[in-house]
């Protein structure tokens, strides 16, 4: 068993990026390197899904609905895992956990990591003089 600690969610302008890291720190290089990690997602209301995975060589897959804006690196010496996510949609907002595939397949789950992606503007100040 790996424990895994997501972090690096908040809140995203659509359009924006951000960049969740997955850590592993008690692991030992040895059991973390030859690790396959998937970074999944759990939106409001619905069931959690894989987002996208890498390998312990660095091979990606990603679901079609993030290819081309989502991207998964890992740094070993660091035992992190990192999802880059950039041009945000709302429908990204969600709850990101990463995990093995065997974690994920017993059913055992991190905290995770909120994103929530909104589609307001920037907006704009007004000031009004007495």
């Known amino acids: 068993q790996v424990y895994l600690v997501e972090s690096g969610g908040g809140l995203a302008q659509a359009g924006g990026s951000l960049r969740l890291s997955c850590k592993a720190p008690?692991?030992?290089?040895?059991?973390?390197?030859?690790?396959?990690f998937g970074w999944y997602r759990q939106a409001p209301g619905k069931q959690r899904e894989l987002v996208g995975t890498i390998t312990s060589t660095g091979n990606t897959n990603y679901v079609d609905s993030v290819k081309g804006r989502f991207s998964i690196s890992r740094n070993n010496a660091r035992k992190t895992v990192y999802l880059q996510m950039t041009s945000l949609k709302p429908e990204d907002t969600a709850v990101y956990f990463c995990n093995t595939p065997l974690q994920a397949n017993n059913n055992d789950w991190g905290q995770g990591t909120q994103v929530t992606v909104n589609d307001w503007g920037q907006g704009t100040q007004v000031t009004v003089s007495p």
């Open positions: 008690r692991a030992i290089t040895s059991t973390f390197n030859p690790l396959t």
